[in-house]
């Protein structure tokens, strides 16, 4: 089948997901001036944008995934259904991350989810690879180093947390600037691919 009903229903939970993190802010009740907006709202834009850099990536990510597969399976679509509902806790663990004014357990919790979201993402290219579209994919990602080291820096921001909270979102903030360079290598592989078949013909 083809990928196209996955794409869009990803896409609209991704919209919907950022939605979501953006409605839980607060303001405050009382006061109209900056100092006190920031008293009441400064955690949860940082948790806020951090989040929403995390589902932009995925966003991102996912679409760059899905140029170089022609056609999904069964085994795709729970993949993919996998990497949405870790993807969906993000706003939960978010806004208990905001109210917490980043605690340990919220904190732990936050990398978990992040952790979560990683190994469904590396799961649902291992789905990929199986279909027919697997080996161009495999190959267009070739050693994939970013994807490997963002597990291990998720671990050890969870193990950070414990020792002090704030210090445990550091691992998380160098992953997504890590992931904020934009992946090209399937972009690269596809129009590879293209001048390759252009020379041939």
Known sequence: MRSNRLEAFSDGVLAIIITIMVLELTLPEHGDTFAQFWHSAGTGLLTYLLSFVYIGIYWSNHHHLFQAVDEVDGMVLWANLHLLFWLSLVPLTQRWLDESSIARDPTVVYGVNLLGAAIAYYLLERAIFRTSSGGALREALGRDVKGKLSPVLYVAGIGLA???????????????????????????YLKGRELKGRADA
């Open 162 to 188: 414990f020792l002090t909270p704030w210090l445990g979102l550091v691992p998380a903030v160098i992953v997504a600037l890590i992931w904020l360079i934009p992946d090209r290598r399937v972009e690269r």
